[in-house]
């Protein structure tokens, strides 16, 4: 084993807050390989469960408990008695994956068919001073592309059968990176026949990389793995060209083998060159350095400081930006294919693959045309993601001018206004994002009163607005409280200025609703009721907020209202005979953008309403109900419920909460005939709208989640009682 | 304890898995199917094992690093022993020398 390197260096005393539950994770990922970055705050009962759970998913936990035994990383006993047993669990599992590997190895070796052991098993035992520290769940071997069927049979006799079957004979040998096989108690190996799928698989040469093996020990056998300068491209592109963002424990593979002395670098440089690997092995270490807080050993800054060919970087950014989610991948590939025969072949291979594969990989429905479907989706989606990107201009202008000042000197400037919090200190971003004219810093504070903060600007508030904002949050926040709805809360606004105008808020931690309903599936029942119980929250946030905004009768606000429902009526061609009186009409002040996704539940259980308006507006309150409902209706369309029979049943469920919250404290009886066709109205109406908006801008999906959401709206209105029994009613 | 017993050399069977952290190992043979874990003393007769010991090796260096009687502690080491042996981790080491 070689030895790791610097292992005395790193020091942090204990963990920071929330935030800094990323944080602490990547300090932890990076522990041992020598940076000085320390921790202040101390861990709460709140922050570890946050940290807990990413230390598992990131597969952290030997590290994690390594960090404990040498003092760097301070947690309570209970807090080290949870770690434990997550690490346990995972040495467990590894220790059957070795098992695994014995087992297939000797079948393999029967057969002879040469191959190596790639990544978890072979870093842990090789590469890692203490093969504790690196988890692994699964077995990766290698095969030359000569020994690629042959090993496939070894393992079709060993009980493995092939998860994913190949899309046509011969697909594996030219396009194919590695088939899982699964064996009948679950257990995978992936087989492959090179590192990484997509153009930088097939741009480097497998059988060079295979002449390029060392021995490792496992257990009492010595098998093949990767030499070191070998294993550390692979730990490249696994890092870079894996997963968006890169796993952790991915990351530190890439140090980990950058600082063994065994790595050349000459041979490094040579293959990158020669592969068009320069971009990804950049990427990947660069990523590295920045995630872990670590410094590159110098030898790398040579592929750091090198210039990715044009080629390199489109290919890179179909697995690291969106374009991934866009067919970016087979596209990029398609381009790396040398040869227009070859090319087309690819094509063809995908667009008419054999039925055994459709049926696979489309959950046993085989068809065509639900696969043609998807590259049709991804043209859509990259036409809509241009219209978008052109459209957001204005606030990434605004996003430039804010990131080139020092984000730390403006959340401590910010926070001086708060009373009772400071955010002085070093302050990390952990990411940011855009969305049409807003941008956000989620940063992590290293100030013991400050967790996890977000920074918000956005190009269509004028100079006072982030002042208003403030207020505005505040009396929110204090409106909820006298009404009682103590679940649903305010994030708190910790500061602002109006040059760039930005705000400083709390960060919340949680779930965006309209997430959550889009999650929802026709079987879920537990995360149903869970459903009913927020959204029933949420008719009790609008219900006090319209309570405390009533409007007393205006004579002309009260007609500017019929006028408006008058012509909605007219657009919506519903015959002026099944018309109510429109005499009790309730107005108050609106919340605008009461919806889905402006709300947050915090896995506590609470909910956070964020983006309060920024100006007083009046209008029926039938309309931001109906707001709400459509958001629910489009959200449950673009759900899995959406695509079964369950719609009607479930979304009448979700209505029926949110009225039921909102008549405890709202102003009016939202299931009066009269009140709950006027929401239809305009939800109607709103649908409509959204569906017609989503065809206008291309947005196809999004138009057809209303779509499909509107179902039974116009029927709901049509097949209203007749207005002479609906009067009666009333004028009882 | 019996002549054998004393002069017999016992060591970790070659072809065992194992994982050590935060003072204890987890060890998994590869022909069973049961992880075993090993807590405290054991931790340290096992990485004793690491090289062939005999029982009488194992009692005397235990006896000096928890400062007990090797009379006190004879019979626990040799009880663990056993164990590790009818556990399949631990194996005499066959020496004609000897």
Redesign the interface.
Known sequence: MTSSPGTSSKRWSTLTSDGSAVLAARRIAGFGLGSSKSFTAPATDDQWPQLVRRIRSQKLCGLAAAAVESGSLQITNEQFAELLEIQRWMMVHALHVEKKLYEIGRALNEARIDFVVLKGPAFANSLYSNPAWRPFSDLDLMVSTANWRGACSVLAAEGYTRVIPEPHKGFDERFGKAAAHRAENGFEIDLHRTLVLGPFGLWLDPNELLEHTASVRIGGRQFRRLDDTASLINACLHAALGARPPFLLALRDVLQIANSEDVDWALLADWSKRWRLGAALRYAFETASQQLEVELPREAFAIVGSKARRTEVRALESYTTERRSRGGMPLATLKAIPGLRAKATYVAYLVIPDKEFLKARSSGKSSYLGRWKVPVNWALTRRAGRTRSIRSEAGRELHNEIGRRELSDMITRMSRGSSSDSAEGAHSVIENWTNRSASFWRCACESTSLGEVIVKTDSAWARPDPRIVHNRTLRLESLLAEQGVMEVGVPRVLGWQSDPPAILMEHITGTNLSKLVRSAAPDDTDLMDRLLQIISSCGRALGALHRHGQVEDSAEMLAAARMDIHRLVRRLMISRGKLYPLETLTLAESYGDFALYNFIASPEGRLYLIDPPLQRTVSLVHKDVAQFLTEVRASLGASAIGRSNDMDRRLGQLREAFFEGYIQIGPVDLRTPENAWLVTLYETHRVLAKVAKGIRRRKYRRAMDYARACQGLRLTLTRMPTSGNARTELSQ | VSRDVVFARFRQ??????????G?V???N?DCDD?E?LQGTAVHVWKMLETPRTLPDLVMVLSQQYAAHEADIGEDVEALLDDLIARDLVEEVVDVDV
């Open positions: 069977l070659p072809q065992l898995s194992q994982r050590e952290f935060a204890e987890l060890v998994l590869p992880v874990h």
